[in-house]
């Protein structure tokens, strides 16, 4: 069978967003429904309050690295979707913040603030209920 492709054309490989998997820092514990950040060195740990950090998305799955190095492991991160969120009691995300970034606090909240840049950021915030935060 021929090639419906020319001679110029390439069959570039992809894939569907949505579920990544991500190489976990050493001794770090991933737990499911928590977010996920790539440190500076490019390794998946849980949110916490930090900089240079990078909100890849929600762990799908509890990942124990302890005793490992760098990437013996890896996590399943769902991505490219919207998460319900704790909201921060002390800095709250307010309707102020729809369609812009919030900061993560920790592995399961986000809050409006960087606390003087002491915190990085999530994504985006799409609502603010009284059940939360949901970002993308």
């Known amino acids: 069978m021929s090639s419906i492709l020319s001679g110029s054309d ?3 490989p992809r894939r569907d967003l949505g579920l990544i998997s991500v190489k976990l820092k ?3 514990i991933v737990h499911a429904g928590f977010i996920v950040v790539a440190g500076s060195t ?13 909100y890849l998305g929600i762990a799908d799955q509890t990942i124990d690295n302890t005793g490992g190095a760098d990437g013996d492991v890896s996590v399943l991160v ?3 979707a919207a ?3 704790d909201n921060s009691s002390a800095d709250a995300v307010d309707q102020t913040l729809i369609g812009k970034k919030c900061y993560i606090h920790d592995a399961s909240t986000v809050c409006k603030t960087s606390a003087t840049n002491t ?5 985006v915030v799409l609502e603010v209920t009284t059940e939360g935060v949901w970002v993308a």
């Open 10 to 12: 390439r069959q570039t």
């Open 26 to 28: 050493a001794n770090a």
């Open 42 to 54: 490019g390794f998946a740990e849980e949110g916490k309050t930090a900089t240079g950090l990078t």
């Open 78 to 80: 769902r991505t490219h």
């Open 83 to 85: 998460f319900l969120l």
């Open 119 to 123: 915190k990085s950021e999530c994504g």
